[in-house]
């Protein structure tokens, strides 16, 4: 059975840090770029940043460039998510998922998998 858990969410105030983690399991870890997205209410789906699990390259939006870190433990099949910095404009639930083939992927298909969400909120 495919899963991804995510934990680490809560509510924090503007400034503070919070540090998500995605365990995945049922497929081939080393075959995926896993990442985040996040929706807001009332606003589209924004991928936020992911991780080639086979060479560890990177991608950030510009949103949160500088102020987040994706990182992973391939020998948990697990991945981070480190927030510093949170804003309000930060607020939304955050999905884990995972796409097919290294970090162009990203871009082009949809995930083959997503996790349950988890609610990020930063009070200001």
């Known amino acids: 059975e495919v899963q991804l858990v995510e934990s680490g969410g809560g509510l924090v105030q503007a400034g503070g840090s919070l540090r998500l983690s995605c365990a995945a399991s049922?497929?081939?870890?080393?075959?995926?770029?896993i990442g985040w997205f996040r929706q807001a209410p009332g606003k589209e789906r924004e991928g936020v940043s992911c991780i080639s699990s086979s060479d560890g390259s990177t991608y950030y939006a510009d949103s949160v460039k500088g102020r987040f870190t994706i990182s992973s433990d391939n020998a948990k099949n697990t991945v981070y998510l480190q927030m510093n910095s949170l804003k309000p404009e930060d607020t939304a639930v955050y999905y884990c998922a995972a796409v097919f083939g290294g970090l162009g992927s990203w871009y082009i298909i949809p995930p083959s998998y997503w996790g349950q969400g988890t609610q990020v909120t930063v009070s200001s």
């Open positions: 049922g497929f081939t870890f080393d075959d995926y770029a």
